[in-house]
């Protein structure tokens, strides 16, 4: 099942299919998100999620409790749960 990604405020929306990360499926559109480690330790990709929900490929990724609670993700590790809106204003149109 696929899950759609909109990414604001460039207003580009992607399909996020089942076991692709936020920033595999915006990649995959040719939208290129700041990534740096894409294991979820750098934090380079962090962005806030206004919409939606996610899960991640990792037990714990690096973010503090406070963090998640106001929003926040990593989009190297994220899978999306729902329809999500990331708030992420370094964004690259690659096409």
Same mark, same amino acid.
């Given at each position: 099942m696929s899950r759609t990604l909109?990414?604001?405020p460039l207003g580009r929306s992607v399909s996020v299919p089942d076991g692709c990360s936020l920033l595999e499926a915006a990649l995959a559109e040719g939208l290129k998100l700041r990534s740096l480690c894409r294991n979820g330790t750098c934090r380079e990709c962090i962005a806030r999620v206004s919409e939606g929900r996610v899960s991640y490929r990792v037990e714990w990724p690096g973010l503090s409790p406070d963090e998640k609670a106001e929003g926040f993700t @990593?989009?190297?590790v994220a899978l999306a749960e729902s329809d999500v809106v990331? @708030?992420?204003p370094h964004v690259d149109v690659l096409r």
């Open positions: 909109r990414i604001e @990593l989009p190297c990331l @708030l992420q």
